[in-house]
Each structure stands twice: as structure tokens, then as C-alpha cells.
């Protein structure tokens, strides 16, 4: 059975600093592609960033490059998002996934197993 835990998230104030985590149990992340997606309130789910199999690719949305990284420990089975220079807009719940093409693509539906979601907001 595969799970995916987060952890992390919270309130925090503009220009500050959050990770995510996101433990794997049933699947080996170091195979597979991982992705962290957001959904705002009254908006679709939209991609943030993405990891390919072992060492790469990784991809970001336009509006968090350059402030987010994504990253992977495979001695941990576990993946991250680290958050830097949050903006209000970033405010949002924020899912890890894993897809078994190992691209770490942006297509949403390219993904089969998702984590439970945690709260990230971002005061002004």
C-alpha cells in the first residue's frame, strides 16, 4: 500500500521561510518522478515544482523559481519543498505526489499517488 505523508506547512509572514515534507512508504522515490502541486482557495490545482527519477529533471513554475527548491532524500524515501521569500499568494494547501514515469512533469493527472495536503499561509 502506498502512503504519502506530509508534514510541515503553517502560518507564517510575508518573506519568510517554510519546508514541506512528504515521507513515502510502499513506493521508492528514488525511482519515480515527484511532484509538489498547490490549489488556492477558488482555484484549480496548479503545479509548483518537479523531480525526476534519481538526480533530475527538475522543473518549476514561473512564479515560484528562483524561491522554492525541490529536493529528495533517498535515504529517507522522503521529498521536499523548501520555501523561501513567501508572498501572500503563495497561501494555499500544497500536495507532494508521485508519478511512475519518473519525469517529475507538470501534468497533473500524470500523477497516481498523492499526499494528504497541508495548509501553507502567508500573512502580508
Known amino acids: 500500500q502506498v502512503q504519502l505523508l506530509q508534514s510541515g506547512g503553517g502560518l507564517v509572514q510575508a518573506g519568510g521561510s517554510l519546508r514541506l515534507s512528504c515521507a513515502a512508504s510502499?513506493?521508492?522515490?528514488?525511482?519515480?518522478?515527484v511532484g509538489w502541486f498547490r490549489r488556492a482557495p477558488g482555484k484549480e490545482r496548479e503545479f509548483v515544482a518537479g523531480?525526476?527519477?534519481?538526480?533530475?529533471?527538475?522543473i518549476y513554475a514561473e512564479s515560484v523559481k528562483g524561491r522554492f527548491t525541490i529536493s529528495r532524500d533517498n535515504s529517507k524515501n522522503t521529498a521536499y519543498l523548501q520555501m523561501n521569500s513567501l508572498k501572500p499568494e503563495d497561501t494555499a494547501v500544497y500536495y507532494c505526489?508521485?508519478?511512475?514515469w519518473g519525469d517529475g512533469t507538470a501534468h497533473l493527472e500524470a500523477y497516481n499517488y498523492w499526499g494528504q495536503g497541508t495548509q501553507v499561509t502567508v500573512s502580508s
Open positions: 505526489a508521485s508519478e511512475p
Open positions: 510502499g513506493v521508492t522515490f528514488s525511482r519515480h518522478g
Open positions: 523531480l525526476g527519477w534519481n538526480t533530475g529533471p527538475i
